[in-house]
Antibody
Framework: QVTLRESGPALVKPTQTLTLTCTFSGFSLSTSGMCVSWIRQPPGKALEWLARIDWDDDKYYSTSLKTRLTISKDTSKNQVVLTMTNMDPVDTATYYC?????????????WGQGTMVTVSS | EIVMTQSPATLSVSPGERATLSCRASQSVSSNLAWYQQKPGQAPRLLIYGASTRATGIPARFSGSGSGTEFTLTISSLQSEDFAVYYCQQYNNWPPKYTFGQGTKLEIK
């Protein structure tokens, strides 16, 4: 069974750096075709893709946020970490991690339950 | 950036009836289109990928069609558990730049 779970602070202050961790099980990020992405959703709004990391350590970022994002993985711990710098109240959202299987569904087939992050002083 | 536009924003349908949701891409995405269902307080759930292939465990009353820029999600006979928000999403770019539509809320009439 594939599962993902997000963890991180519920509250950050403006200008601070947010660090989120996605801990997964049921697959390995060293297996060809496996990828993990981060997606966020402000309250009452639509989904926004942020970043993706692949089994071969290739990384891809949202054009509008790329200067603020860093994605990395620890294959031995089955974890993917996302950092977002210079947080602003508009970054208040639920942050999800999700799996992609390239040449499989190619879509976000399994999602974590999400973690709500509020940016406020 | 490819912009995804969903219509209508809200759709009111009675249980047992058919629901048809639309999604349009600002440029061709071939068949690289997925549909997700999201219920309040829950993560999205993959319904359809490749424009028309149901994901594992998705009931046959859900079907997807279309290619290029015009796509449709059809729910043939609405059950109470189907009332939710539905998002389309394209994955046609290289390098990957995924974009979602703004969602269609399917509500009980």
């Amino acid at each position: 069974q594939v599962t993902l779970r997000e963890s991180g602070p519920a509250l950050v202050k403006p200008t601070q750096t947010l660090t989120l961790t996605c801990t997964f099980s049921g697959f390995s990020l060293s297996t060809s075709g496996m990828c993990v992405s981060w997606i966020r959703q402000p309250p009452g709004k639509a989904l926004e893709w942020l970043a993706r990391i692949d089994w071969d350590d290739d990384k891809y970022y949202s054009t509008s946020l790329k200067t603020r994002l860093t994605i990395s993985k620890d294959t031995s711990k089955n974890q993917v970490v996302l950092t977002m710098t210079n947080m602003d109240p508009v970054d208040t959202a639920t942050y999800y991690c999700a799996r992609i299987v390239v040449a499989g569904t190619d879509a976000f087939d399994i999602w974590g339950q999400g973690t709500m992050v509020t940016v406020s002083s | 950036e490819i912009v995804m536009t969903q219509s209508p924003a809200t759709l009111s349908v009675s249980p047992g009836e058919r629901a048809t949701l639309s999604c349009r891409a600002s440029q061709s995405v071939s068949s690289n289109l997925a549909w997700y269902q999201q219920k309040p307080g829950q993560a999205p759930r993959l319904l359809i990928y490749g424009a028309s292939t149901r994901a594992t465990g998705i009931p046959a009353r859900f079907s997807g069609s279309g290619s290029g820029t015009e796509f449709t999600l059809t729910i043939s006979s609405l059950q109470s558990e189907d009332f939710a928000v539905y998002y389309c999403q394209q994955y046609n770019n290289w390098p990957p730049k995924y974009t979602f539509g703004q969602g269609t809320k399917l509500e009980i009439k």
